[in-house]
């Protein structure tokens, strides 16, 4: 199956957190999502993350500052489910084979507080335990879930540097 997935973040910062930010792209493009929206953010996230896509490859989107009721409206009117990580749902373990038949999935995932709508919008509201941690944890165990390890093996169209897998030492490719 081509599954598309994107990744939503819900909500506004109270304090910089362009490395959380940051790194919610790195993971989201690393782990076989297609993109992802970012309520508010720096637009350093997203030169950041051009400069990664150039020298590592891949086309991977960052779209700012599209409120998150617009973006999951948008989802669903594309028929795209609509999978929100939240630490109340119910166990990844027990939904993932439904989750796993489903061709287009939007991800949404909180920030330090997610309004209450989000849960009654979300087609799923899914725990990766029911223990409070990280939203870049949950987001790339969920993505690693979902996609059954095919993401691991996922090869990067026009990349500039490529790493030769090596037991020690580091082995880059330029071109
Ligand atoms: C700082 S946490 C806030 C924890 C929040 N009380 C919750 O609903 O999960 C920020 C985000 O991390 C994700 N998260 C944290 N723990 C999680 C868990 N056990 N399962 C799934 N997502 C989790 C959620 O997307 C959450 O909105």
């Not at 949404?108 to 941690?133: E, F, I, L, W």
């Given at each position: ?80 489910s609509v999978v929100h990580l939240t630490m109340y749902g119910l166990p990844l373990q027990d939904v993932i084979s439904e989750v796993r038949k489903l061709d287009r999935l939007l991800l949404v995932v909180g920030g330090p507080k997610v309004p209450g709508r989000v ?57």
């Amino acid at each position: 199956m081509t599954r598309s997935i994107r990744v939503l973040r819900v909500g506004q910062r109270y304090v910089r957190d362009e490395r959380t930010l940051t790194h919610l792209c790195l993971v989201s493009r690393a782990l076989g999502a297609e993109s992802i929206f970012l309520e508010d953010a720096e637009n350093d996230v997203l030169s950041t993350l051009e400069a990664v896509n150039r020298s590592w490859g891949g086309d991977f989107k960052a779209v700012l500052g599209t409120p998150w009721t617009r973006v999951v409206k948008d989802a669903k009117a594309e028929g795209r489910s609509v999978v929100h990580l939240t630490m109340y749902g119910l166990p990844l373990q027990d939904v993932i084979s439904e989750v796993r038949k489903l061709d287009r999935l939007l991800l949404v995932v909180g920030g330090p507080k997610v309004p209450g709508r989000v849960y009654h919008s979300a087609d799923y509201n899914v725990a990766v335990t029911s223990q409070p941690h990280s939203e870049i944890a949950a987001l790339a165990i969920a993505l690693h879930e979902i996609q059954g390890g095919e993401e691991l093996k996922r090869v990067y169209e026009k990349s500039r540097l490529r790493i030769i897998p090596s037991s020690r030492g580091k082995r880059v490719l330029e071109s």
